[in-house]
């Protein structure tokens, strides 16, 4: 909120009311309501400026419960219906099979279901894999229990959307989340996924080959959340119990820091990444189809085969580790950050899509 030692300041929109709120985005003093009108703008504008959807589309709307698939879900149905899309949507939600955490934000997801009036469809780990991810962390400890988590979890997301006929996967990333991808890029030194991961359109895995979206790209983390306050939003705000462990959480304390010293640095980030070029002669991997279940992969079985073999022969090294020349190096969070980028897999799936 706009703190103010003496005089009322007054709202930078030039309606004439006090301010009350100032943007992380531009530092603006704003009131409530203008505060709202210019985040919906920003979201259209992003939305109509790269030609994000086509009439008559059919588009799941990935939602954990959190704040920002909530912002997603109430915004999409409020330009929807203000501009006139003509868009369908549908709410797909991913049970992990998390006690305490999972089970309870997903009643949020059901309450977001009717007060929006849009269709659900909840799938489960258990379902599609054979294992909740309370039984994958009792079987391997809390160790790499991201990166499980994070491959399983977009994988989960394709398959709903495709089993809904969606046309485009729409996630809550938002640009705190772009910046912090960037920057796990680079420490380590992934050039092809540097390259794409600022994408706000990419295609995914699966025989549909599936677009996903992030309309909420250039909407910072604390516009959200002041958002969903102004607007009342009911949402789930507790953390993942196991994400204080993801390798992710290093990049968001930077990001943090580097937003504090200079707000501007987060779209920095991503308009850096936008704009790197990778040589010609810079090796990037060649993707095609898992031969066990056709989802897209660089090997012969993708990540979340290779996982879920590890997890039933009792190989927990399967699809953790990897080959770096004579040394096995740990993935530590996860295979790569194509939940907020879009490329084979996702790291650490711990940012609430």
């Known amino acids: 909120s706009f703190q103010c030692s003496s005089m009322p300041v007054e709202c930078s929109g030039g309606c004439g009311q006090p301010a009350r709120i100032k943007r992380a985005k531009d530092c603006r003093p704003v009131c409530e309501n203008c505060f709202v009108a210019a985040f919906e703008q920003d979201v259209h504008d992003t939305i109509t400026s790269t030609n994000l959807f086509t009439r008559g589309e059919k588009v799941a709307l990935g939602a954990s419960g959190g704040k920002d698939s909530t912002v997603l879900a109430y915004v999409m149905k ?4 203000r501009f006139d899309y003509g868009l369908d949507l549908i709410l797909l939600s ?19 279901k009717i007060e929006y009036a849009l269709s659900l469809m ?12 309370d039984e994958i962390v009792n079987k ?17 997301l394709d398959r709903g959307a495709y089993r809904l006929g969606a046309s485009k996967l729409l996630t809550g990333h938002n640009a705190d989340d772009m910046a912090e991808t960037v ?6 030194g992934d050039i092809a996924r540097l390259e794409r991961c600022t994408a706000i359109c990419t295609a995914s895995g699966g025989e549909a080959q599936l677009p996903r979206a992030k309309p909420l790209k250039f909407c910072f983390e604390k516009d959200i959340v002041m958002y969903a306050r102004v607007k009342k939003l009911d949402y789930f705000y507790t953390e993942c119990i196991y994400a204080p462990n993801a390798y992710r959480q290093f990049a968001r304390t930077l990001v943090k820091r580097l937003e504090r010293t200079r707000p501007r640095a987060i779209l920095d980030l991503i308009q850096s990444a936008e704009n790197i070029s990778v040589k ?11 031969t066990k279940c056709g989802y897209i992969s660089s090997q012969s079985l993708c990540k979340a085969c290779l996982l879920l073999e590890g997890l039933n022969t009792g190989d927990h090294s399967l699809g953790v580790k990897k080959k770096s020349g004579k040394m096995n190096e740990t993935l530590g969070g996860g295979c790569s950050p194509s939940s907020n980028g879009g490329c084979a897999c996702d790291q ?4 609430d899509f």
């Open 94 to 112: 991913i049970d992990e099979g998390i006690k305490g955490y999972r089970d309870d934000s997903l009643q949020a997801v059901e309450r977001n």
């Open 140 to 156: 391997i400890g809390k160790k790499n229990n991201c990166t499980f988590c994070g491959v399983f979890r977009r994988q989960a």
């Open 78 to 81: 409020t330009l929807n219906e």
């Open 122 to 133: 909840i799938l489960s780990y258990k379902e599609l894999y054979g294992w909740t991810m």
């Open 280 to 290: 010609k002669d810079v090796a990037v991997p060649t993707l095609g189809l898992c």
């Open 183 to 188: 920057l796990m890029n680079v420490l380590r």
């Open 348 to 351: 650490e799936q711990t940012v």
